[in-house]
């Protein structure tokens, strides 16, 4: 039987959510940049730059049993990816260069990140460590080439 993942984890959020004996979980929103790049290591060609592409990562996270030493946090986020490119264009009779190519590549996914979250009280601080796994779902590709 082929099980699909975005519905299992979908599911274990909204079964953690109606199981919680903690009342209201701790809600946040996170809003930021993402810095994406892809490394190619092509040594029999030159003229090939790769550059970071800037993207959007939104999303929600719920925490639950905040109260305890131990709490589960869930998150839905938003993630854009990829990267651009830069071809050096050269003519067939030699080397020298006669202009360059651009090409932005863009990947959108979105990722549900499920973390325990154990936390030591102290009177000024509460340092944590978040254990725990995160899937990613790819929505959209967008890219100026076909490869």
């Known amino acids: ?19 919680s004996q903690a009342g209201m979980p701790g809600l946040g929103v996170k809003l930021g940049t993402a810095l994406a790049n892809q490394e190619f290591d092509y040594t029999n060609i030159d ?59 863009r990947f959108d996914y979105l990722s549900i990140p499920l973390y325990a979250k154990i936390t030591w009280r ?3 601080v509460a340092p944590y460590i978040l254990l725990g796994f995160r899937f990613d779902y790819l929505l959209t590709y967008n890219t100026d080439t076909n490869w």
């Open 122 to 124: 102290k009177p000024v």
């Open 1 to 19: 039987m082929k099980t699909n993942p975005l519905l299992l984890a979908a599911l274990l959020i909204f079964t953690t959510i109606t199981t």
């Open 47 to 105: 003229g090939l730059d790769f550059k970071y592409r800037t993207g959007l990562a939104a999303g929600v996270s719920a925490e639950f049993f905040n109260d305890q030493t131990v709490s589960l946090v869930a998150e839905v986020d938003y993630i854009q990816k990829g990267f651009k490119e830069e071809h050096v264009i050269t003519v067939g009779d030699g080397p020298q260069p006669v202009g360059t190519i651009s090409n932005d590549n």
